[in-house]
């Protein structure tokens, strides 16, 4: 094994790695896919079972990504002072609010007026790194006890509304409530309140301490194995009873494959209970069993789970580019509706743009293959660079 590597842990770099590439299906589909500007997905009346799992598979990303990015602190805490993460934390997690607002959101647009404002994953995954910075200064399993109350907990708030578009209503909104707001003239669009996912952070920091130097390997493949298949246990109870944890119930549809969809068609904004035992369960899972993994598919994987926000940014614009390009050369389209004036999700102006499901796989693909070398590299760079501070901000 390279030596630049020996202290990583492939099992999460091989999760982050999987999840990031299953992401851009999702931002493919967004862009590129033709049945992303008729009608939503995950809309049992009009999907088709492929379309569906298409955009279900990527449920498992934010969740997955929230928990790993509090693992990952924990590791990092191993060689500094409570203090030294804290100040880290909290820098970090106002970068990537920064980058939200300004890099992200011009990657979604192509807008340079800047008509919208999307609080979307990073942000969520920056302020959730600025309350964790708060939270390791308690006793972890006062951190884990939290954790456990939030994401059990935080359904019982789902019927609890601030109407209009007030200050307290947005504050809300960015707890709790998926909302659009206007302001002056902007358009707010809150995709991911903080709550639950902050809890899913800090639940990731406690389970750092599975991967302290020392612990037994195979207690914690074993641990992992015993905390996923409970999550999914219980999502299987609690989901069969429809009493609690989705605000969504599910019920028979058309058929059996139709009626299990509706099964597990589970709530993302916020992310309800019972999506969080279905994806942290399956996260669990997953590093239970590739807790040994090796082979060159892990290596390949792994290398887009050690660059994950280096990825991240560059793959939106390039699917937005492909989004323009296609239309330039497509007649009877108007290429410059790709510099967005609505959110994507919500609008119905590209009726008619974009590709079959077949070809935008074969485009996520691509792209996929394509960033490979690119974040091949800048691992290289990053892994043998260390010493320069500004390599863990990207």
């Given amino acids: 094994m390279n030596t630049i590597l020996k202290n990583r842990i492939t099992s999460i770099d091989f999760l982050r790695g999987a999840i990031m590439i299953i992401m851009a299906l999702d931002h493919v589909r967004d862009y590129l896919c033709s049945g992303s500007f008729f009608y939503d997905p995950l809309d049992l009346t009009k999907t088709s079972a492929v379309l569906f799992f298409t955009r279900w598979i990527t449920h498992f990303c934010a969740p997955i990504f929230m928990l790993l990015a509090g693992t990952s602190a924990s590791l990092i805490g191993q060689k500094k002072t409570k203090k030294e993460l804290s100040i880290f934390l909290v820098k970090r997690g106002l970068w990537l609010i920064f980058l939200e607002m300004f890099v992200v959101n011009f990657g979604w647009n192509f807008n340079i007026t800047f008509p919208m404002f999307f609080f979307i994953t990073i942000w969520a995954l920056g302020l959730s790194m600025i309350i964790l910075a708060i939270l390791i200064h308690l006793p972890k399993k ?17 019927n609890v509304h601030v109407p209009g578009s007030s200050l307290p209503a947005f504050g809300w909104s960015l707890l709790h409530d998926q909302q659009f707001f206007m302001w002056h003239k902007e358009v707010l669009l809150v995709g991911y309140p903080i709550v639950p996912l902050m809890a899913v952070m800090s639940l990731g920091y406690c389970l750092g301490g599975w991967y302290t130097a020392g612990y037994d390997v195979s207690k914690r493949q074993k641990n ?69 993994a090796k082979g060159s598919i892990v290596n390949v994987v792994s290398v887009y789970g050690r660059v994950p926000m280096f990825y991240y940014l560059i793959h939106i614009y390039i699917i937005h580019l492909i989004a323009i390009t296609a239309s330039f050369f497509t007649p009877g389209q108007d290429w410059k509706l790709w510099f967005l004036t609505k959110p994507i999700w919500f609008t119905s102006d590209l009726k008619g743009y974009g590709f079959s499901l077949p070809v935008a796989y074969l485009i996520w693909m691509a792209i996929v293959a394509g960033l490979y070398p690119l974040c091949k590299r800048y691992d290289a760079y990053k892994q043998a660079n260390k010493a320069k501070w500004w390599l863990s901000y990207l």
């Fill in 142 to 158: 006062l951190i884990l006890g939290i954790s456990v109350v939030i994401i059990l907990g935080h359904n019982l708030l789902d």
């Fill in 224 to 292: 992992l194995l015993i905390a996923g298949l409970s999550c999914i246990v219980v999502f299987i109870v609690l989901r069969y009873t429809n009493i609690y944890g989705d605000p969504v119930k599910w019920s028979e549809q058309k058929n059996a494959l139709f009626t299990f969809l509706s099964f597990i068609k589970v709530n993302k904004y916020p992310p309800s209970l019972l999506y969080l035992l279905l994806t942290i369960g399956g996260a669990f899972l997953f590093l239970s069993f590739t807790e040994k």
